[in-house]
């Protein structure tokens, strides 16, 4: 008999369930539900385009209407019946904080407060508290110099702290009317196990060490006093905030009789500790030492591990490096390249104005030409560096343009640029002895475009796999859920063996050319001089060279 | 009663003729002749892009259609007739060369070498030499240094020397079978004259001095000896060249028995000495001491005069200094930037894909930016730099894009990098006591952009006019002609007062916004830094503040 677990997947737009099967990970049936507020599920602000929010509401209705629609059409699968799902898995966006009160419960689904945005969820794309993040960077530079240690130098404006601090100084009101805060990723599994008190609320070390500087070698969150540089009331909130993060091994509780009730699924079974989407999509990529997973859409998320048994350096401009964030008994290591689809569109919509099918076209043409041979260079910077210089207020650069360069020379360029920048981030793993031996991708682009495969291969060196599953995250927590369910349910004994059953990777793989290799290495160190040039790594940079080594390459 | 002189413009796909009123330098007729023979005038070679030559009997055809073509509309003129056509200018592209037989006629025109495109005239962008220029260029440093003083550094493919060189290399037979070799410049004079033999031909200094290494400083062109150096068969060809080069202010001959007849004109009215285009051009745009004049197309020519009874220095990278070429009296300076409508002909139609329209599109949204608003700044280098870094081996850069950057705002920092150049350009000549105190430009874009104008005027500092005349290089022949006809025959005693009788400048005038000057010195200390960095003037630069200086500039 076949046993079986739900992944639920919070994203910007809406909310994911897979049903999948847990002795191979096929997702024998998914549903999407949209968020119905706002734009696209999210609450913008034309006067602050920094704000983006969201409505919890959306989330407990997309919750139960996803769930519902997935095991209905899952009954066409002989053999499977509602009792078959031992268990539920959550990741979430994130960090995407909201308040609550006493009971657990988002005020922004209170009549009182259900019409100010900031009651509702702190969306992970809110910019609004970014003078808070330099703060806060401030600060802790000069008296907790470790807290930011494991965050890549920088606290950002997108992050837990940044967002209550603002949210205290911009609606205090809000703030004051606020028992607790939690991260989406905590708040649903909490919701599922039906419980009302945040103290009671097992919160995932995902979140926490990621983005709320939470950490077992300093005893939690921050500590008080530093909160009080902020703002007492923050190191007042601390009390009402945990004091322990858990690990993926850990349940967030059991489902509760109301919520069994509602889904038609068998009360106890065990739910997830909840974590950010990247982290669950790295295990549902099949992540573990050596593999980097890259989540490659708009931007990428890059995740790797690396055991706890050996010791392992703060690396600086990873944006994280968190006990049993990804795998229990690993470090759990986060990078990301802040972007990616998204150079491709703006060059393609806004500057060539075309559309889909203009991308296809460019591919096509770019992947007639052979690396060097348009003598261009870019920097993958058009929307500031995550990692490795973790500076938003870089830009994008072109070099080596003539008078006949063509849109698609320009659109491979591109490509190539952010192929040198995940080559960047994978040096500056492998600098701090991280192993990367193998890339396995996620994401529409890593299905769809087989040149940026193959490009990345190239550049990079490692062997590109594209995994199986078009819902790593779901997956993923999904697989969290089958080991949590044990064993005996029909689940596995560990997240290592669940991978090995529940993961795969497609046939078609990329293998470094050899020969373009050389020309890319010649490329990199170009990318190299401007990238620590530009980027402020290098004082002082020698570029006389720089255009007329790309004309050489040009001529080959 | 009215006199007339006609002016010549030998283009690149024709030649235009102009009949204009000495009194007060109206146009009276146009005539335009396309040439014939392959591409718009130019025949190319499909296995071999650098290659550009013209057919001589395109030039003699189109001698005399047009002139008779503009006779004929001439003739609508109240008062007009042939016999007030009192002289005739001639200016051509070049250095455009080609081998004449011992009776001065093009070899070309033969029957044993019309099919051999070495017997043609090369074209001033044929690029075959290149590898000759280089030689020049090394051997030129090493034991002529003078040489390349006068000619900013570099010898160039597109010259005399490098052409004839390659002729000897390439198609030997062609070379011994030519008596000389002539720039059309004092190819179409001599014609007009009726001169047979190469050592009567009175050659001009403008091309021999911009092009050949003239200068009377060391007895006119580079010595036997440096010539044995290159090959002997060019230190012999030496003799059979010419030991005297000529400014403005001499004729070149009368008119010919022969030709007036072909045209209907008076036999024995002066012929101006060929000079190249620009220059004539500056002259037709009122080139004087302190006045710049920019000819603005596809790429741009800059000429200045300083008088000659001041020293003037070799100014580095200002690729001619010669005494007489432009006005007698005055050294004629000439820079250029290598590409300024082909930058905006490559975006627009390339990148954009877009058409004339366009450019009217993105004109009118660039004009609604502020400078610094777009935070991008570019490089003008997409067909190298010819002054000040004199260098073909350097390529475009843009910098600044972010994921919003619009096509416009591309379109604005391409126009400024190009106002940048031109200022780089008039810095230089200022730093060796060359004053520019005000710029006339001539070409389509200068009439058609006043968002160009502008833009020049605030990176500047310089008011901007534009010259009234479309045909200016024409206009410039014409009054060269008008001097050598004299006071007696209705012309005028001297070229400056010729120029303040035919030449007039456009109502409209670009004057520096000096709020929009503020932010452009800043933007062009960046360019600067790019510039002297890329371009090998600074052998290190600190970068690290480039990107941030612009998104600070981006906020106002």
């Not at 268990?87 to 005020?107: A, E, Q």
């Not at 992540?287 to 591990?305: A, F, N, R, Y």
């Not at 790593?472 to 369910?485: D, F, M, N, P, W």
């Amino acid at each position: 008999m076949k046993s079986y677990t739900i992944g639920l997947d919070f994203g910007t737009n809406s909310v994911r369930s897979i049903i999948a099967d847990c002795s191979n990970g096929d997702e024998i049936a998914t549903s999407v539900f949209n968020y119905p507020t706002g734009e696209h599920g999210v609450i913008l602000d034309k006067d602050n385009h920094h704000l983006a929010r969201q409505n919890p509401a959306d989330y407990i209705e997309g919750l139960e209407s996803s769930v519902i629609d997935a095991l209905k059409d899952a009954h066409a699968f002989a053999g499977f019946s509602n009792e078959r799902v031992i268990g539920i898995g959550v990741d979430t966006t994130g960090s995407t904080p909201m308040p609550v009160g006493k009971n657990n419960s988002p005020l922004a689904i209170s009549s009182v407060w259900k019409n100010n945005p900031a009651a509702h969820a702190w969306l992970w794309k809110d910019h609004t508290a970014a003078e808070e993040a330099q703060q806060i960077t401030r600060l802790a530079r000069k008296h907790r110099p470790q807290y930011l240690a494991k965050c890549g130098g920088i606290y950002s404006s997108e992050w837990f702290w940044s967002k209550i601090w603002h949210c205290l100084n911009s609606a205090p009101d809000v703030f004051d009317a606020a028992y607790s805060w939690l991260e989406i990723a905590d708040y649903i599994p909490a919701l599922l196990a039906g419980i009302r008190d945040p103290h009671l609320v097992i919160r995932g070390i995902c979140p926490a060490g990621h983005k709320a500087m939470y950490c077992d070698e300093w005893e939690g969150l921050p500590d008080k006093e530093f909160l009080a540089m902020l703002n007492p009331k923050l190191a007042d909130l601390r009390d009402r905030l945990y004091l322990k993060a858990h690990s993926a091994d850990f349940k967030a509780g059991e489902l509760s009789a109301e919520w069994a009730n509602k889904l038609g699924l068998i009360e106890g079974i065990p739910i997830g500790v909840g974590a950010l989407d990247a982290h669950y999509g790295a295990i549902g990529a099949g992540v573990k030492e050596g593999t980097l997973v890259k989540i490659i859409g708009t931007s990428t998320c890059d995740c790797t591990v690396a055991p706890t048994t050996k010791k392992v350096e703060d690396v600086p401009g990873i944006c994280g490096i968190v006990n049993g964030s990804i795998l229990p008994g690993f470090y759990g290591l986060e990078a990301g390249q802040s972007a990616v689809g998204d150079i491709f569109k703006w060059f393609v919509e806004i500057i060539c104005q075309g559309n889909d099918g203009h991308h296809q076209i460019l591919t096509e043409e770019a992947s007639g030409l052979h690396p060097g041979q348009s003598g261009l260079l870019a920097l993958d910077w058009n929307n500031g560096n995550r990692t490795i210089l973790v500076d938003p207020k870089l830009s994008g650069l072109l070099i080596g343009q003539t008078l006949y360069t063509t849109s698609a020379e320009i659109y491979r360029a591109l490509i190539e640029a952010t192929a040198f920048g995940a080559r960047a981030i994978i040096d500056r793993f492998q600098e701090f002895k991280i192993p990367v031996e193998k890339i396995v991708c996620c994401g529409g682009i890593a299905e769809k475009n087989p040149l940026l495969m193959q490009i990345y291969a190239d550049v990079t060196g490692c062997t590109m796999q594209v995994s199986a599953s078009e819902q790593t995250c779901a997956l993923g927590s999904a697989i969290v859920a089958s080991v949590l369910a044990g064993e005996l349910k029909g689940g596995h004994p560990s997240i290592f063996v669940a991978q090995q059953k529940m993961t795969q990777i497609k046939s078609r793989e990329y293998f470094p050319n050899l020969e373009n290799k050389v020309i890319y290495d010649k490329l990199y160190r170009l990318y190299c001089t401007l990238h620590d040039g530009f980027g402020g790594v290098q004082p002082m940079v020698d570029l006389s060279n720089v255009m007329k080594d790309l004309m050489s390459l040009k001529k080959g």
